[in-house]
């Protein structure tokens, strides 16, 4: 039985799903390509925190991450690539989690909960990308349909 559900194709014929799904894409896309325009609008201030961090090159790693996230959101928005988008993301937020994020090393107890906040946002961020990944070999409603898988 668990075999034949998970060869099932991506269904979007209920109704309204497949505009459910444009919107959940454009949500979470969306989010994500604003957070790295934040990355260049303040690009000192990122690049000291990623210095903070112990991350090399912090001002190229800083401008490289925001890339990444206008890039990968914007493809998962509009469906251009929803592969290499969707992975590119689910890598970067759980690279980023552990170590932007590292909570557990952190003494302050209001430090700590802030950190952890950016961990567990990290994490459920990524799990939207690891889900969107899965179906990223299937056609998409309302997308640009162009990507390399």
């Known amino acids: 039985m668990l075999a034949e559900i998970t060869t099932l194709p991506l269904q ?15 949500l979470f896309g969306g989010v994500l390509a604003f957070m790295g325009l934040n990355h260049f609008m303040d690009v000192d201030a990122m690049a000291g925190y990623a210095e903070f961090k112990g991350l090399p090159a912090p001002r190229f ?10 890039l990968g ?15 590119a993301l689910t890598a970067f937020l759980l690279v980023s989690a552990v170590t932007m994020h590292d909570f557990w090393s952190v003494k302050d107890p209001e430090d700590r909960q802030n950190e952890m906040t ?16 899965a179906v990223g070999g299937t056609v998409w409603p309302y997308a640009l349909g162009i990507g390399l898988f």
Do not use: C, M, Q, W
């Open 118 to 133: 950016g961990f567990l946002k990290n994490l459920y961020g990524a799990g939207a990308a690891l889900a969107l990944l």
């Open 61 to 70: 790693s800083t401008v490289a991450s925001g890339a990444l996230l206008v």
């Open 73 to 87: 959101g914007v493809g998962v928005a509009v469906g251009a690539f929803p592969v290499l988008s969707a992975g």
């Open 12 to 26: 979007l014929d209920a109704p309204f799903a497949g505009e459910l799904f444009l919107l959940g894409r454009l």
